[in-house]
Nanobody, 123 residues
Framework: QVHLVESGGGLVQAGDSLRVSCATSGMNFIMYVMAWFRQAPGKEREFVAAISWSGKNTYYLDSVKGRFAISRDDAKNTAYLQMNSLKPEDTDVYYC????????????????WGQGTQVTVSS
């Protein structure tokens, strides 16, 4: 059974940095595109970043380009999202997702999901 477990969320101040992790199990990690989405109450889940199975290609939401960096460690079956220069508008629940095909920005095209981790940025 596939499991994705996020960790590393928390409460930070504007301008701070935070790294969230997504530990996976029960899947052949190197065959999956890994992505991060975020969602606020009452809003649709929003694409944040994705990384190809090879790690060579990364994709970002325009508003986080230059501030966030997605990466993966195939030896640890773990994906990461490094978030720098955080802003209050980055406050959301962040979800890790896995897709066994080319990358997509559509949340409903991802096969596996974690439970989410709360990131709160105070002004």
């Amino acid at each position: 059974q596939v499991h994705l477990v996020e960790s590393g969320g928390g409460l930070v101040q504007a301008g701070d940095s935070l790294r969230v992790s997504c530990a996976t199990s029960g899947m052949n990690f190197i065959m999956y595109v890994m992505a991060w989405f975020r969602q606020a109450p009452g809003k649709e889940r929003e694409f944040v970043a994705a990384i190809s199975w090879s790690g060579k290609n990364t994709y970002y939401l325009d508003s986080v380009k230059g501030r966030f960096a997605i990466s993966r460690d195939d030896a640890k079956n773990t994906a990461y999202l490094q978030m720098n220069s955080l802003k209050p508008e980055d406050t959301d629940v962040y979800y890790c997702a896995a897709r066994k095909r080319s990358y997509s920005r559509k949340w409903d095209e991802y096969e596996h999901w974690g439970q989410g981790t709360q990131v709160t940025v105070s002004s």
